[in-house]
């Protein structure tokens, strides 16, 4: 039990640094690192309009996030408790990235960079009570919950797993509260530090479970 709340805690943690991460991307950039249903659509508008610069962008913007998905489907394949070592190893990989683009801010570099982490992040496999979390995707999460529930309310049974999904998209607006509101100079340096205090409660806690 107690192992158990630790593990969704480190879930809640993962999920508010996911939605304060895309929080700075979308106040600094005006655009959206995990919302790529809307870039595709963007992308098609800009086509349609001739603006090659964003494009471009857009076309940088979702390619980011699927070579991070490629990278996340690389170190996950094959499904094994070998994998475990990601869960802390890649969230401490996030942090040291995000301080190292404290001192890119002003450029574009942290807008592709940041895209490509949420999608190693949301392929990251995380499973609770049976239900997939994706990380950084709301869309996925409350789609799934909502389709638990459909199907209670049909079945006349108790909706399993519906808290725990409610739950992710909770944190992400919780982190993106908070990404609002510490959207200054030293942002990226917090997210970063936030980052690795995840992977090592992951650590020092759920590692040996």
């Excluded at 991460?21 to 086509?47: C, D, K, Q």
């Excluded at 982190?175 to 980052?195: E, H, K, Q, R």
Aim: charged share 10%; proline share 2%.
């Amino acid at each position: 039990m107690r192992k158990e709340l630790l593990f969704r805690l480190w879930i809640f943690f993962l999920m508010a640094c996911a939605g304060f991460a895309n929080s700075l991307v979308s106040l600094s950039y005006f655009m959206r690192p995990a919302h790529h249903t809307g870039n595709v659509f963007l992308l098609a508008e800009s086509i349609f309009s001739g603006d090659v610069i964003h494009v471009i962008k857009f076309f940088l913007l979702i390619f980011s996030f699927f070579v991070g998905s490629v990278i996340g489907g690389f170190l996950f394949s094959n499904n094994t408790k070998k994998n475990k070592k990601y869960y802390w190893i890649l969230p401490l990989c996030f942090g040291f990235c995000f301080l190292v683009l404290q001192l890119l801010e002003k450029t574009n570099f942290p807008l592709y960079a940041i895209t490509l982490i949420l999608g190693v992040q949301n392929s990251m496999p995380i499973y609770v009570s049976g239900a997939k979390v994706r990380s950084s995707h709301i869309t996925g999460n409350l789609t799934d919950s909502a389709f638990i529930l459909g199907t209670a309310f049909r079945e006349k049974c108790k909706p399993r797993r519906t808290g725990t999904l409610l739950l992710t998209i909770i944190s992400f607006l919780i982190g993106s509260i908070f990404g609002i509101a510490i959207s200054n100079d030293f942002a990226y340096m917090i997210l970063g530090f936030v980052y690795i205090g995840v992977s090592l409660w992951f650590f020092f806690f759920l590692k040996n479970d």
